[in-house]
């Protein structure tokens, strides 16, 4: 697992690879995929569509996109 760090907009964030994703329910519309936080290993639900349009916030805070995850550092 690759750590970075960076600032942006003058706050301090961890980045990792992508969430690990894995085919959920598929239905017209309604389709959802699970996908699990590489900060906490909580597993979110999530529509496809949804996550590959804007990406999802995890409980823990973080933010989960299909190219890169983030989570401020502190929080």
Not at 8 to 27: A, D, T
Request: hydrophobic share 35%; aromatic share 10%.
């Amino acid at each position: 697992m690759k750590i970075k760090e960076i600032i942006r907009n003058h706050k301090l964030y961890q980045v990792l690879e992508p969430p690990m994703m894995s085919e959920g329910v598929r239905r017209h519309g309604r389709s959802k995929m699970f996908v699990t936080c590489p900060f906490c290993r909580g597993t979110l639900n999530v529509y496809i569509w949804s996550f590959y349009g804007s990406g999802k916030i995890c409980d823990c805070g973080a933010k989960l996109g299909v190219w890169v995850s983030l989570k401020e550092v502190g929080t």
